[in-house]
């Protein structure tokens, strides 16, 4: 991260998740760690953590996923979700949608499950080179548009109906092959290790 961008506002802050700053504060203190130590293990520097916490920056999904596994939660839990007592039902008209770096997600399962369900809308181009390696597995199936996968050293080209289920330890990429970008159904497991990193990953040379 360059000086400018830690002096400017980041882009895409604000409204869209007005509940994420104070929960990723409390749920690092409850967690028991220093600001430094949480930024180390999600590979952010503290500064840009502090900005997430202040509601200064808007986190993506794959920072969504890595502080939720730092912190030994779920991604509902960093959004504020509550979890409903005996409430295995998600009717379509709960499930508000969460914008973050240019996707839009939903919660398509019931908050506080080992396995986390999204319905999820990627844009053309969005994260294309983001390269994510974490424990777990990960299921995705493919709505509307087609999605480039790249698993290792093969890249696949999924369209409306395939599916792709694979160990999340193998370097994986999703980037939106048309314009209009692409609709999937995603599952990956959580597994609760306060000190695996989620996601390595890169777009121009800052890690997202």
Not at 1 to 30: H, I, K, T
Not at 170 to 185: F, I, K, N, Y
Request: with cysteine.
């Amino acid at each position: 991260m360059n000086a400018s961008d830690a002096a400017s506002p980041a882009a895409g802050q604000g409204e869209d998740l007005p509940a994420v700053a104070p929960q990723l504060r409390a749920l690092r203190r409850r967690a028991g760690l220093t600001l430094e130590a949480a930024a180390r293990d999600a590979g952010l520097s503290p500064a840009h953590l502090s900005r997430l916490e202040t509601g200064q920056r808007q986190p993506s999904l794959p920072m969504l996923l890595a502080l939720a596994r730092i912190y030994g939660t779920t991604v509902s839990e960093l959004l504020g979700e509550r979890v409903a007592d005996q409430n295995a039902i998600v009717r379509a008209a709960d499930m508000d949608p969460t914008r973050a770096a240019g996707w839009t997600y939903f919660q398509a399962g019931a908050p506080g499950r080992g396995m986390q369900a999204l319905r999820v809308h990627a844009p053309y181009g969005t994260q294309g080179d983001i390269v994510r390696v974490h424990p777990g597995e990960e299921w995705l199936y493919v709505l509307k548009g087609r999605l480039r996968l790249r698993l290792g050293d093969a890249t696949h080209l999924l369209a409306p109906g395939d599916s792709a289920h694979f160990d999340s330890l193998t370097p994986h990429r999703l980037a939106a092959e048309d314009p209009d970008g692409v609709e999937l159904l995603f599952v990956h497991t959580l597994l609760q290790s306060p000190t695996a990193a989620l996601c390595l990953g890169h777009l121009n040379g800052e890690l997202l």
